[in-house]
């Protein structure tokens, strides 16, 4: 918890991290959008799993996002679950990738008067940090 706080950063709560984790966190560093490909079955597991969900094969390679997708869902929080981290209200969306997984994430820009089911979006990265120090954070915003 020594990690020094950089005002452009926004604060977050801590992500999950460890195996399969920290690999998508750090192709998240790098602006890219990667998530796991069974290297059996083709298929992507989402979220981070040890074995692949649908055949149960344990070898993955990060298969590159195209980052844009459409909102299926969305929810506004009106309760301070994190202590003042977040501002609220706060809101999350679902986001269906062009390759099928279901995303949650945060919208930027986008209003809860604005946002309609289906709604286009493309993935940007925006820089958070919680007690592991600093990270990009994967959100999406009108496309
Ligand atoms: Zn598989």
Redesign the pocket.
Known sequence: MSQSTSPSREKRPDRALGAGHDDFWAWCGKGELRLQH?A????I?WPVALA?E????TSFDWKRMSGRGKIVSWCSFERDYYAGLLPIPWMTILVELEEGPLFISNPVDITEQDIRFGMPVAVEFIACEDSAGGFSLPVFRAA
Do not use: A
Not at 40 to 43: E, P, W
Not at 54 to 57: I, L, M, R, S, V
């Open positions: 069974c059996d079955c083709g298929k597991t692949c649908y055949c149960g094969h």
